[in-house]
């Protein structure tokens, strides 16, 4: 046994990971792939790496020290139920398997129970940060059992980014802990996408500005409160002009946006958990609209305002309005996002420290950016927080933000330009600011038809109006 660390699949990502394991100091890697040809190609060109290839499990397992340990690195889904089935056949009691690819938590918290009969500790662990990420270092974050860390972690640490001198790898909870919060990232990460997508349709539509200058007003949004990966990348983007038909590249992209499921998981837990992600879900479900083209197509001519495009009088005004819209809307995402977390927290009986979550998504993961330094402080500060976005620092961002954020949902309701994100986060901080909210007319119509009570602002009790009798109020049994 010459390995200290293994990794099964060897796609992009298992191949970028292993490579950043092999770089680090006191690591060698044992590498296996379901087909032979991808190791071979591995090996032949990265020799620098010093593998150790195995070509069947046993001997992947004999080429580990012990307690021996393993990631898989393989598409999410049945496929990774067949790995770890074939490595608990020949790895040992305190052993590590660890699934380092975009599992469903709950498959996690399936998976560890069963492994753990066997004595082998399995460990899911969310990485983000595609494939220059697993390559050059990545977030990452394990679940799992605390045993497990004591020999993970060192190995993680040496191959995370680093941010502010503190890798990007923390033991995040058991279990499912790592893939939930990896999830969340996800969904996050859509929401992102989504509003920034939104900043630039209003921005190019209002004030018929090309994708090039816009490029330029993203970059320039990258120099302040804003900076990230995603605003960064997005310059990027809407610069590249497209070599075949010299159009702006985004101009040519279809605009039907895919997804692989995580974002989707991110709100289907939410509505179970009962944690309103609402901006997350617009993000989700702005990619589907998109994505139904026989719906597009039929809908083309309904009936809209008459200006739509070019309605902007003082652009730099409009752009400043859209970037702390933007950003308020972000502060929002984020908010549901850690709210999630910590339903999810509750629900599944994790210990999950919300301030190093943000911490090890400062670095490596898609949604790194200069902003995650805040929610660290405002955890630091009230780890217990129940809102985020009311920590001092994003309420005075908030309200500087306020005006421009109503403005801006203002103009593209008035204009036809849809800006779901926007509007839904703005929704979401008019509600959790509101004094009475209209759930007590609902409450109202849900004991009118169904009899399902309700409470009162002035006794304690359960009550029911006797809508059908007489209309007198009864205690009633709690039926929530
Ligand atoms: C990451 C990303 C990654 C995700 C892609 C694609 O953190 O590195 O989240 O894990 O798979 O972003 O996601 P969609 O195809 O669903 O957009």
């Given amino acids: 046994a010459v390995a200290n660390i293994g990794v099964v699949g060897l796609a992009v990502m298992g191949s970028n990971l292993a490579r950043n394991l092999a770089s680090r100091e ?14 071979d190609e591995l090996l032949a060109e ?19 020290t012990k307690p021996r340990t393993a990631i898989i690195m393989v ?5 990774t139920d067949a790995v770890i089935n074939a490595l608990v056949e020949v790895f040992e009691p305190g052993d590590i398997i660890v699934d380092g690819g975009n599992a469903l938590f709950t498959d996690t918290i399936r998976r560890e129970k069963a492994v753990r009969e066997t004595g082998i500790n399995f460990v899911g662990a969310g990485i983000s940060g595609g494939e220059e ?37 923390t033991h995040i909870g058991h279990d499912g802990a790592g893939h939930f919060v990896k999830m969340v990232h996800n969904g996050i990460e859509y929401a992102d996408m989504q509003l920034i997508a939104e900043a630039y349709d209003l921005i190019r539509r209002g004030t018929g500005k090309s994708p090039a200058e816009i490029a330029d007003v993203f970059a320039e949004w990258n120099r302040g409160e804003l900076e990230s990966y995603l605003i960064e990348i997005t310059a990027e983007v809407l610069r590249q002009v497209d070599a075949a038909t010299g159009q702006p590249l985004v101009d040519v992209i279809l605009d039907q946006a895919g997804a692989k499921g995580t974002g989707a998981w991110t709100v289907q837990t939410a509505l179970n958990l009962g944690t309103p992600v609402s901006g997350i879900a617009e ?39 859209v970037r702390l819209a933007l950003y308020a809307s972000k502060i929002v995402a984020y908010s549901q996002g850690f709210d999630e977390i910590r339903a999810g927290a ?56 306020q005006d421009s954020w109503r403005r801006i949902v203002q103009s593209a309701a008035g204009t036809g330009i849809p800006a ?7 929704a ?26 309700y409470k009162r602002v002035d006794r304690d009790g359960t009550f029911h109006t006797l809508w059908s009798g007489d209309r007198t109020e009864i205690e009633a049994e709690d039926t929530h």
Wanted: charged share 20%; hydrophobic share 45%; aromatic share 10%.
């Fill in 26 to 39: 006191g690591n060698t890697v044992a590498v296996y792939n379901r087909s032979r040809s991808k190791t």
């Fill in 46 to 64: 990265h020799p620098e790496a010093g593998f150790a290839p195995a070509f069947t499990y046993e001997e992947f397992a004999a080429t580990l």
């Fill in 75 to 79: 598409k999410a889904g049945a496929g």
């Fill in 133 to 169: 990420g697993a390559l050059l270092g990545p977030s990452i974050m394990p679940g799992g059992s605390d045993e497990s860390w004591v020999t993970l972690g060192p190995i993680l640490k040496s191959i995370a980014a680093v941010a502010e001198g503190e890798p990007c790898v």
């Fill in 283 to 321: 993000a989700v479900f702005a990619r589907s609209l998109s994505s139904h083209p026989e719906q597009r197509a039929v809908s083309r001519d309904l009936p809209g305002p008459s200006a739509s495009t070019g309605f902007v009088d003082d652009a730099d005004a409009f752009i400043e309005d």
């Fill in 346 to 401: 509750a629900e599944y009986d994790w210990t999950i420290d919300l301030g190093a979550v943000s911490k090890i998504w400062r670095g490596g993961c898609i949604i790194r950016a200069q902003f995650l330094n805040r929610i660290a402080d405002a955890y630091a500060e009230a780890p217990e927080l129940p809102v985020l976005l009311t920590a001092p620092y994003f309420v005075e961002a908030l309200g500087r933000a």
């Fill in 420 to 426: 779901p994100a926007f509007a839904s986060s703005l």
């Fill in 428 to 453: 979401y901080y008019d509600g959790l600011r509101a004094e009475r909210l209209p759930a007590a007319l609902v409450q109202g119509q849900r004991d009118f038809f169904g009899a399902h009570t």
